[in-house]
Each structure stands twice: as structure tokens, then as C-alpha cells.
């Protein structure tokens, strides 16, 4: 079964730190994964999507990486901002068309 | 360039009414996705169009539930009869083509459904 985790379900951190979000997935034939921000209420703002072919991408203070050896993605944030609070999810593209979703990381940093 | 439109943004029904929800892809895009997000749950995939075709329906509930991309007009997606457990936000989102899924998906920002 095909399946798109993310660990941990919610995470706090300081201003100013740089930090992880992980995302794992259980089918290394994978073709694409994305990364979504979600604020409350809201809809999904795509921030980065990695194609199999890619190691990794960047965006701003945003890089995602993809190992699908590991099945695992990351997107890492640097110097974060209170602005940058909200639930992130990834979606993993199997080839069949349809994106599954991980249940998000919902993200607070601490002024 | 407008990105995908999905009306109305919230939407509220009483228990045994019709819920009609709209979708505008990206123009250009013939490929039109709707997803689910109950609410505390992630996002689950609904079903997959093509311009008068419904090529995936896997995650659709097997009854109440129907979607259409006609050849004009936006996508719909339809919910007959609706009960408390379809209150949910209901996201339509487009790519380009759909080949070998290596198209990313732009996202509308949602239809809230409320049944009362």
C-alpha cells in the first residue's frame, strides 16, 4: 500500500532557527513529490515540487530534498520566521495520477 | 493568469439536500483532481477527469457522490442526500497533462462544506 508519513504531527521552535520537516513514503517508484503549505482555513500554496530525476530544490529560504532509496523528503527552512507558521504537507505522485498525502506537520515558530 | 477557482468558497446545507460544488482548472489545463479534507485528517483523493472523461474514481464514496468535466463549463463535483459526515473541505485542483504523473497539481482554495 501506498503510503506518505509525516513525523512529527506538530513542532515549535524559536525565531531565527533553521529547521527540518521530514516526510517519508513507502514505494520508492515514486515520480514526483510535492510540498504544500496549508494555513488555517485556507487552501494549499505549492512551495516546491521534486521530480524523481532531482536530488533536491530550492526556493528561497525553502530546499526540499528527495531520497527515494530512503523514501524519505525533507524540507528544510532557514533563518524562520513567525510568518512562516502554518501546517505543511507533502504529497507523493506514485504514477497513477492522483497525490497522496501525508497528515501534515503543523509548523509554530515563537516569536 | 487565473489559477483554479472553485465556487462557492463555503457552502451550507441541511441534512437530505443537494451539495453542487464548481471548479475553473488553470485555463489550458484538462486534467482536474478533487481531494477531501475532513476535518483533524489529511487530504484523500477523490476522483480524476479528463475533458468528459472520469478516469479514476477510487476514492469517491460508492453512493451519493458523482463528478462530471463536461466538454464546456467547469468541473462538478455533486453530493446527493448529504448527511453530517460529508461536512468536509472539498479541494479541486488542475495540471496541465497528466502523463506519467510528472505534472504538478495547482490547488483551488477550497469549497467548505457545512451540513447541519
Known amino acids: 500500500k501506498q503510503e506518505v508519513t509525516q513525523i512529527p504531527a506538530a513542532l515549535s521552535v524559536p525565531e531565527g532557527e533553521n529547521l527540518v520537516l521530514n516526510c517519508s513514503f513507502t514505494?520508492?517508484?515514486?515520480?514526483?513529490l510535492q510540498w504544500f503549505r496549508q494555513d488555517p482555513g485556507k487552501g494549499l500554496t505549492s512551495l516546491l515540487l521534486?521530480?524523481?530525476?532531482?536530488r533536491e530544490q530550492t526556493s528561497g529560504r525553502l530546499n526540499a530534498s528527495l531520497d527515494k532509496s530512503s523514501g524519505r523528503s525533507t524540507l528544510y527552512i532557514a533563518a524562520s520566521q513567525p510568518g512562516d507558521s502554518a501546517t505543511y504537507l507533502c504529497?507523493?505522485?506514485?504514477?497513477?495520477?492522483?497525490?497522496?498525502f501525508g497528515t501534515g506537520t503543523r509548523l509554530t515558530i515563537i516569536p | 493568469n487565473a489559477g483554479v477557482m472553485q465556487n462557492p468558497r463555503h457552502l451550507v446545507r441541511r441534512r437530505g439536500q443537494e451539495a453542487r460544488l464548481r471548479c475553473s482548472p488553470v485555463?489550458?489545463?484538462?486534467?482536474v483532481y478533487w481531494y477531501r479534507q475532513l476535518p483533524e485528517e489529511g487530504l484523500k483523493f477523490m476522483v480524476y477527469?479528463?475533458?468528459?472523461?472520469?478516469?479514476?474514481e477510487s476514492g469517491m464514496p460508492k453512493e451519493r457522490f458523482s463528478a462530471e468535466f463536461p466538454k464546456e463549463g467547469p468541473s462538478i463535483l455533486r453530493i446527493q442526500q448529504v448527511v453530517r459526515g460529508d461536512s468536509a473541505a472539498y479541494f479541486c485542483?488542475?495540471?496541465?497533462?497528466?502523463?506519467?504523473?510528472?505534472?504538478?497539481?495547482?490547488f483551488g482554495p477550497g469549497t467548505r462544506l457545512t451540513v447541519l
Open positions: 521534486i521530480q524523481s530525476s532531482q
Open positions: 485555463k489550458g489545463h484538462s486534467h
Open positions: 514505494d520508492s517508484a515514486i515520480y514526483n
Open positions: 504529497a507523493a505522485n506514485f504514477g497513477n495520477e492522483k497525490l497522496t
Open positions: 485542483a488542475s495540471s496541465s497533462s497528466g502523463t506519467g504523473g510528472w505534472n504538478e497539481q495547482f
Open positions: 477527469l479528463q475533458k468528459e472523461n472520469i478516469i479514476d
